[in-house]
């Protein structure tokens, strides 16, 4: 009965490199939420995608970020040519069905030097 | 700026004392939802309450929704030590279909 899983839980990266954080939704849920989070904030909604297709990205800044979630396999959530203010800890949430409660991951906390 | 908006951000109370944090929102929504969320890890729902309803029950927490004044509360009744932890609220906006929009949180601490 394993929840929602994500890896790493923590990632390092240099400035300019790419980071690829995934997330498996919990068994059964076909739908995906990615959030970030800093340091004394709430979460900020970035995407929501279902299986092969990004429903709603108003959150996703339009350069260097992109989101999938393909027929099998996890969620994925790329940056290219990361930034400091890039360093962050970035959720994933899954839900049976839209205005479903979310089941939330542990994050990756992503760290750029 | 926040849609939600959770207030105080920052509470401290005794073991057995009652915990309430309050929660103002801008938009029309579909529903609001609570959250726990302990140091480090992820975020637990806690409840979840639609438009249409006023208040809603889960053992010792208590959620109401007033709508005419945007705002909801999240009532912890005789705390425990274990429920030290920030709380977010999220507001489902309508026009945003599903999209969660979370406030900063309050922060509860319990002592023993």
């Known amino acids: 009965n394993a929840g929602v899983m994500q890896n790493p839980r923590h990632l390092v990266r240099r400035r300019g490199q790419e980071a690829r954080l995934r997330c498996s939704p919990m068994?059964?849920?076909?739908?995906v939420y990615w959030y970030r989070q800093l340091p004394e904030e709430g979460l900020k909604f970035m995407v929501y995608l279902q299986k092969e297709n990004i429903i709603d990205e108003s959150g996703m800044p339009k350069e260097r970020f992109s989101a999938e979630f393909p027929k099998e396999g996890p969620s994925i959530l790329r940056i290219q040519q990361v930034v400091r203010g890039d360093s962050a800890a970035y959720f994933c949430?899954?839900?049976?069905?839209?205005?479903?409660?979310?089941?939330f991951g542990d994050g990756t906390r992503l760290s750029i030097l | 700026s926040q849609q939600g908006e959770e207030d105080p951000q920052a509470l401290s109370i005794q073991e057995g004392e009652n915990a309430t944090m309050n929660c103002s929102y801008k938009?029309?929504?579909?529903?609001l939802q609570w959250y726990r969320q302990n140091s480090g890890r992820g975020l637990v729902h806690l409840i979840l309450i639609r438009s249409n309803e006023r208040e809603k029950h889960s053992g010792r927490l208590r959620v109401t929704l007033d709508t005419s004044k945007k705002s909801s509360s999240l009532l912890i009744t005789a705390s425990r030590a274990a429920d030290t932890a920030s709380y977010f609220c999220?507001?489902?906006?309508?026009?945003?279909?599903?999209?969660?929009?979370f406030g900063k949180g309050t922060t509860l601490s319990v002592s023993s």
């Open positions: 949430a899954s839900s049976p069905g839209r205005d479903q409660p979310q089941h």
């Open positions: 999220a507001t489902a906006p309508r026009e945003a279909g599903t999209a969660l929009i």
């Open positions: 938009t029309s929504i579909n529903n």
């Open positions: 068994k059964g849920h076909s739908h």
